[in-house]
T-cell receptor
Framework: NAGVTQTPKFQVLKTGQSMTLQCAQD?????MSWYRQDPGMGLRLIHY???????DQGEVPNGYNVSRSTTEDFPLRLLSAAPSQTSVYFC?????????????FGSGTRLTVV | AQSVTQPDIHITVSEGASLELRCNYS??????LFWYVQSPGQGLQLLLK??????LVQGIKGFEAEFKRSQSSFNLRKPSVHWSDAAEYFC???????????FGSGTRLQVQP
């Protein structure tokens, strides 16, 4: 199984450009989420989804959009990139079952906004 | 609000020495607690988790952690560190409202030969 696949692994954007970070999982997990990792701050939740068609905001949602049209995919969109969005982004998924907290993380996307 | 504090930003130990990484949490009810490890350029790997029951939990790679409710702590330990343990370690608590993990700021472990 591939698990959680994130693309691209690295990306450099200019301020104001838009892009989509891709996340796909093949484990039929209902729950998917996006985190950003910044030095000294751990991982902070951006958005999450508990199933197709359902999304909600996390701790740091500003500047990011998400949608969940299928169970497998949960793309993260930056509409107008800013230098403050330079970070490493992780996608995570798990089954939406009571008592199951087995998150699977992708290997990350390192984004630099210049 | 739920929060997680890892007081040590950076720890250096000698190979073969024992290790303890500290984690304190703030949570009203019985917390669901986790330790993750991140090797350079990699994603996060679950080391161990605590939900209830025995307060000493065993994980992968020889790690263990002890839940102490009276101290609001969930410290990670290993009796003998290997050079391959050099990585960043994150403590996390599960937030039932957002169905998501809240992470501490991490502790970077360096292992000296």
């Amino acid at each position: 199984n591939a698990g959680v696949t994130q693309t691209p692994k690295f990306q450099v954007l200019k301020t104001g450009q838009s892009m989509t970070l891709q996340c796909a999982q093949d484990m039929n997990h209902e729950y998917m989420s996006w985190y950003r990792q910044d030095p000294g701050m751990g991982l902070r939740l951006i958005h999450y989804s508990v199933g197709a068609g359902i999304t909600d905001q996390g701790e740091v949602p500003n500047g990011y959009n998400v949608s969940r049209s299928t169970t497998e995919d949960f793309p993260l969109r930056l509409l107008s990139a800013a230098p403050s969005q330079t970070s490493v982004y992780f996608c995570a998924s798990k089954r939406q079952v009571n008592g199951d907290y087995g998150y699977t993380f992708g290997s990350g996307t390192r984004l630099t906004v210049v | 609000a739920q929060s997680v504090t890892q007081p040590d930003i950076h720890i250096t130990v000698s190979e073969g020495a024992s290790l303890e990484l500290r984690c304190n949490y703030s949570y009203g009810a019985t917390p669901y607690l986790f330790w993750y490890v991140q090797s350079p350029g990699q994603g996060l790997q679950l080391l161990l988790k605590y939900f209830s029951g025995d307060t000493l939990v065993q994980g992968i790679k020889g790690f263990e952690a002890e839940f102490k409710r009276s101290q609001s702590s969930f410290n990670l330990r290993k009796p003998s560190v290997h050079w391959s343990d050099a990585a960043e370690y994150f403590c996390a608590v599960y937030r039932t409202g957002r169905r998501a993990l809240t992470f501490g700021s991490g502790t970077r472990l360096q292992v000296q030969p």
